[in-house]
C-alpha cells in the first residue's frame, strides 16, 4: 500500500501556484514549473499532491519506462522489438509516476547506464534505466535546484523539452522515452539560478507565506488532521479530488480543439514587446498556458483572462534581467499593458483587414466584370 499524499484540493490558498501546476497537468507539454519560496511554504507538498490528483496511467506490462499501450509511435526500442516479434501487449494500471530526484544524484543515476562491456561481450545493448526512465509520463521534482550541479539542470531541461532520453557511449546508444512534467523549487535566498536556466522553466511561481490569520489556522488544522488520520482525512477530500481530476481529464480532452484568433496572437506580441522579453519562449508559453486555462475552463476559445493569468506565471522570471535588481512586476501595470495590447491588436487586426480588401479590388479573382450599361 503507498502512503496517502496530502490532497491537492485541500491546499489553502497559494492559487497561483495550483494554477500553474494544473496548466501543466492540461498540457504537460507546457514546460514545467519552478516554485520559489522560502523554507518550508509547502513547495515539495504541492508537488506531490499533483502527482497523487492525475489520473492513473496504462502502461506496457513488463516494460521499463511505463510505455503507452495505445502510443506505438512512443515506445521504447524494446517494446518496438517486442511488437515487431509479434507480441501482443498486456497492460497494467499504475498511478502517475512522481520521481524526487535527489540532490546527490549523479548523471548516470539519472539518465541511466549502457553497460558496453556486457554490449561487447554479448552484442546485445545493456541499458540500465535512471530516474528519468522511472518518471516518463508522470512528475519529476527536483527540490533545491539551484544547488544541483548547471549541467545536471540543463540535461533535465533538455530532455523535458524534447521528451527523450538519448544515451550514448562509445558508439553504443540507447533512447527510452521520457516525457514528465518538470517541477523544480528553490529558495531564493539560497542562490539563484543562472537567468538561461530561469528562461527554460515555462512558468515561475512565487510562493509568500499566508498572511490571513484565518487562513494560517486553516492551513495547521489540515495539516493536523491529516497527520492523525491520512486516510480518514482523504476521505473528506475524496469528492473534490475526483471532481478535479475529472476536471483536469476533460481539459485535456478539449485542449486540441480551443480555438485562438489572430488578434490573440497579436495582443500576446504586443504583451511582450511592451516588457522588452528576449526571444520568443515566452509568447509561445504564454499561448499555451492560455490555451490550456481555457481548456480547464471548459472553454473552447481563448479570452483576455487567460491571457492575462498565463503572462502572470510566464512574465515575472523573464523581465527580471538583474538578479540583485528586481525589477516590480505589478499585476496592475500587467493588466493595464495587457489593455494597450489589445488595443493595438485590434488596431493591427483592423488595418489587416483593409489591407486585405484593397489587395482584392486590386487583383479580383474572376475575369473583369463587364461595365454595365
Ligand atoms: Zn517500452
Not at 116 to 136: D, K, M, S, V
Not at 351 to 356: G, K, S, V
Amino acid at each position: 500500500m503507498t502512503t496517502r499524499v496530502y490532497p491537492f484540493t485541500a491546499i489553502v490558498g497559494q492559487e497561483r501556484l495550483k494554477r500553474a501546476l494544473l496548466l501543466n497537468a492540461v498540457d504537460p507539454g507546457l514546460g514545467g514549473v519552478l516554485i520559489r519560496g522560502q523554507r518550508g511554504s509547502g513547495k515539495s507538498t504541492a508537488a506531490r499532491a499533483l502527482a497523487a490528483l492525475l489520473p492513473p496511467i496504462r502502461v506496457v506490462r513488463g516494460c521499463r519506462f511505463h510505455c503507452d499501450p495505445d502510443r506505438p509511435t512512443t515506445w521504447c526500442s524494446e517494446c518496438q522489438a517486442r511488437a515487431a516479434a509479434g507480441e501482443v501487449f498486456e497492460v497494467d494500471v499504475i498511478p502517475t509516476p512522481f520521481v524526487n530526484l535527489p540532490l546527490a544524484a549523479t548523471e548516470e543515476r539519472v539518465v541511466g547506464t549502457l553497460d558496453i562491456e556486457r554490449a561487447l561481450q554479448t552484442g546485445h545493448r545493456h541499458f540500465e534505466p535512471g530516474l528519468l526512465a522511472q518518471a516518463n509520463r508522470g512528475v519529476l521534482y527536483i527540490d533545491e535546484v539551484n544547488l544541483l550541479d548547471d549541467h545536471l539542470v540543463d540535461l533535465l531541461l533538455d530532455v523535458a523539452a524534447m521528451g527523450v532520453n538519448y544515451v550514448e557511449r562509445e558508439g553504443v546508444s540507447f533512447q527510452h522515452p521520457a516525457r514528465f512534467i518538470l517541477i523544480g523549487s528553490m529558495n531564493p535566498e539560497e542562490g539563484d539560478l543562472r537567468p538561461q536556466l530561469l528562461d527554460r522553466f515555462a512558468l515561475v511561481v512565487q510562493v509568500e507565506g499566508l498572511t490571513d490569520p484565518h487562513q494560517r489556522a486553516l492551513v495547521m488544522e489540515r495539516h493536523l488532521a491529516f497527520e492523525q488520520d491520512p486516510e480518514g482525512f482523504y476521505a473528506q477530500w475524496r469528492a473534490a479530488e475526483d471532481a478535479l481530476r475529472q476536471r483536469l481529464m476533460a481539459a485535456r480532452e478539449r485542449l486540441a480543439r480551443v480555438q485562438h484568433t489572430p488578434e490573440d496572437l497579436l495582443t500576446i506580441a504586443g504583451l511582450t514587446t511592451a516588457y522588452d522579453v528576449e526571444g520568443h519562449r515566452a509568447d509561445l508559453v504564454i499561448l499555451r498556458a492560455a490555451r490550456a486555462n481555457a481548456a480547464l475552463e471548459g472553454r473552447d476559445a481563448i479570452t483576455a483572462k487567460d491571457i492575462l493569468l498565463a503572462a502572470e506565471l510566464a512574465l515575472p522570471h523573464r523581465i527580471q534581467r538583474d538578479p540583485l535588481e528586481p525589477v516590480s512586476f505589478e499585476l496592475e501595470d500587467l493588466a493595464a499593458q495587457m489593455e494597450k495590447a489589445q488595443r493595438h491588436a485590434r488596431r493591427l487586426r483592423r488595418m489587416d483587414d483593409a489591407a486585405a480588401q484593397i489587395q482584392a479590388k486590386k487583383a479580383p479573382p474572376g475575369p473583369e466584370p463587364k461595365p454595365s450599361r
